[in-house]
């Protein structure tokens, strides 16, 4: 095993316990999955983030109420439809497009959760476990928007990943 893989799970399990630990103090509200997946799409490739959504929705079944592997197919699909609106809309790797990104990713996290849970209730008469509301949407929509802007300041400032693309003076505005 490489130095690189050892140290992409070193990190997966550390961010997985920061989330875990996140999550109880704060009632499930705090959800950043969806906003690290579709950053490391944006920034890195597929296929990593493919393996991060993996392990990470391997991890969440651990602890999950909802049947084991329910959150590894809903990472999976996450990935995919994120991978699928980078390849086909996104043009120009911004800030905005990474954030706009980063919303529909939070959203169709939740979407695809209530919609497993509403077929298990369907299916088998599953007890409703998780509850969905607009705040505790909203909730997790501003903070993953201000998870996205840290996570693209503090890439801007580390690599050349992104152009600086908020103010530049030698290129005219149009």
């Not at 699909?77 to 905005?96: D, E, K, M, Q």
């Not at 997790?140 to 996205?148: D, G, K, P």
Request: aromatic share 18%; charged share 10%; no cysteine.
């Amino acid at each position: 095993m490489s130095k690189k893989n050892i140290f992409t799970i070193l990190l997966i399990i550390l961010i997985f316990i920061l989330h875990q630990s996140l999550i109880l103090k704060l009632n499930w509200r705090l959800n950043f999955w969806p906003v690290i997946l579709v950053f490391i799409l944006f920034i890195f490739d597929y296929k990593l983030s493919l393996i991060w959504a993996l392990t990470v929705g391997f991890l969440l079944d651990l602890y999950s109420s909802l049947p084991f592997g329910f959150n590894l197919v809903i990472l999976f699909l996450l990935t995919l439809t994120a991978y699928l609106l980078i390849r086909g809309f996104v043009t120009n790797r911004s800030f905005l497009s990474l954030l706009i990104l980063a919303i529909f990713a939070t959203l169709f996290y939740n979407i695809f959760i209530f919609l497993s849970q509403e077929l298990l209730i369907w299916l088998i008469d599953f007890n409703k476990i998780l509850t969905f509301d607009l705040s505790t949407i909203f909730v997790q929509i501003v903070s993953n928007a201000v998870l996205t802007f840290l996570l693209f300041i503090s890439t801007l400032k580390l690599t050349k990943r992104f152009q600086n693309n908020f103010f530049n003076p030698s290129q005219p505005r149009l």
